[in-house]
Nanobody, 125 residues
Framework: QVQLVESGGGLVRAGGSLRLSCAVS????????MAWFRQALGKEREFVAL????????YYADSVKGRFSISGDNAKNTVYLNMDSLKPDDTAIYYC??????????????????WGQGTQVTVSS
């Protein structure tokens, strides 16, 4: 069974940085995209970033482009989200996710089958 466990969230001042980790078990993610989503209080869950393994590379939401970076470590079966220049609007619960089938690219929640429990990121002004 595929399990995803996020860590690395916390409280940071605006302009600061955090690195989130997502440890994957039950699957080697070499042939599956991995993505990060976030959900702010009272808002819908939204796509943040994804990394693919079939030449897809990486893709980011416009709101985080240039500030966030997604990467993966095959040896550790872990995906990371490096977040720089954080803003109060980045405050949310961050989730990592992966599809149940080997699709090559998607920003749609409905395409993602496995989700972590989430990690809270709070950015103070």
């Amino acid at each position: 069974q595929v399990q995803l466990v996020e860590s690395g969230g916390g409280l940071v001042r605006a302009g600061g940085s955090l690195r989130l980790s997502c440890a994957v078990s039950g699957r080697t993610f070499k042939h599956y995209i991995m993505a990060w989503f976030r959900q702010a209080l009272g808002k819908e869950r939204e796509f943040v970033a994804l990394v693919g393994w079939n030449g897809v590379g990486t893709y980011y939401a416009d709101s985080v482009k240039g500030r966030f970076s997604i990467s993966g470590d095959n040896a550790k079966n872990t995906v990371y989200l490096n977040m720089d220049s954080l803003k109060p609007d980045d405050t949310a619960i961050y989730y990592c996710a992966t599809p149940g089938r080997p699709i090559t690219w998607s920003t749609q929640l409905s395409d993602y089958t496995y989700w972590g429990q989430g990690t809270q990121v709070t950015v103070s002004s």
